[in-house]
Nanobody
Framework: QVQLVESGGGLVQAGGSLRLSCAASGRTFSTYAMAWFRQAPGKEREFVTAINWNGVSTYYADSVKGRFTISRDNAKNTVYLQMNSLRPEDTAHHYC????????????????WGQGTRVTVSS
């Protein structure tokens, strides 16, 4: 099992940046694919980005491609989401997720979730 704790959320002006962190517990963290999802009020949880177990492969939703970067440091049991050029529509609760399978773009593909961290982008 893996336990996940997100941090780094906050309030930022449009055009600014934030870096989210997801700290994981568990000796087998390096075998998990990791992902970030987000959920805005009144909307369904949506895929943001994912990274495979060794960090070689990544995938991004079209809405964040070119602005966000996912990375991982298996030695620190941590995955990151660097968020640049933030827009008001990026405002959402952001969740870290993990799976022992190859990464997916749907919430159903992930077994483990953090409690999330809030990102608010003001105009």
């Amino acid at each position: 099992q893996v336990q996940l704790v997100e941090s780094g959320g906050g309030l930022v002006q449009a055009g600014g940046s934030l870096r989210l962190s997801c700290a994981a517990s568990g000796r087998t963290f390096s075998t998990y694919a990791m992902a970030w999802f987000r959920q805005a009020p009144g909307k369904e949880r949506e895929f943001v980005t994912a990274i495979n177990w060794n960090g070689v492969s990544t995938y991004y939703a079209d809405s964040v491609k070119g602005r966000f970067t996912i990375s991982r440091d298996n030695a620190k049991n941590t995955v990151y989401l660097q968020m640049n050029s933030l827009r008001p529509e990026d405002t959402a609760h952001h969740y870290c997720a993990a799976t022992r399978l190859v990464f997916a773009t749907t919430p159903q593909g992930y077994n483990y979730w953090g409690q999330g961290t809030r990102v608010t982008v003001s105009s």
